[in-house]
């Protein structure tokens, strides 16, 4: 079997207009991406759910890099949704650790180990000079370092730094994934919730579809 690319994500919804198309085997999709086969896996919320999707696709065939890709929140007015960025250096809130990625350019993302809100956003902002936050990056990066492979990173913008959200970190349970039952619930309870969850949602969708472009056309033209 030849060596392949490992993408993991943490919702199934990010990885959707990548892997459309592809074929599914248990928890992993097997295709394409560029010119190269891949296969792919949403593992989950956290460096826990990171980590045991790392450990599905090495399960599932060789790889010679992982890919983190997936929704992150803007810490800069600059950086606004759908964009969808390349990550050129991935720092861990938690470890203080630094993992530059293989992409040659892009912007710093930190990893945090919960859902950053709006006032958290600031301090990561001044504190650590990244433009980007999400919860898994750092996970990946350290595997990748761990067996020896190359690491990439990609993320579409599904939040602006100033977003006033629900608090999602309620609603995470112990194994990263998200209670969406108790969460609709609660959402459909508090109605000063409903528009800027359905911005999130339109954001979220097309920094998919924007992330789902650049991912594959980077590897087009990099492999």
Known sequence: MSP?????AAFPGELKPLVRGWEKRGHVFHGRIGNAPAMAVAGGM????????????????????????????????????PQAVGIREVMDAGSGESFVTANGEGQRLITLDRVADAQEKRRLAEQYQAILVDMEAAAVARIARIKNLEFY????????????????NRFTGPDG????????????????????????ASNSRQAARQLALFVDGFFAGSR
Request: charged residues 15%; hydrophobic residues 40%; glycine residues 12%.
């Open 153 to 168: 990173c990609f993320k579409g913008v599904s939040d602006g730094p100033n977003d006033r959200l629900p608090d999602f």
């Open 46 to 81: 956290g460096a826990k759910s990171a980590a045991h999707a790392c450990e599905l696709l090495q399960q599932a065939g060789p790889v010679e890099a992982l890919v983190s890709i997936g929704w992150a929140g803007s810490l800069s007015c600059g950086l606004q949704p």
């Open 177 to 200: 994934q998200f209670q969406t039952v108790a969460f609709s619930a609660y959402a459909l309870a508090h109605p000063k919730h409903w528009k800027p969850l359905g911005t999130l």
């Open 4 to 8: 392949r690319i490992g993408i993991v």
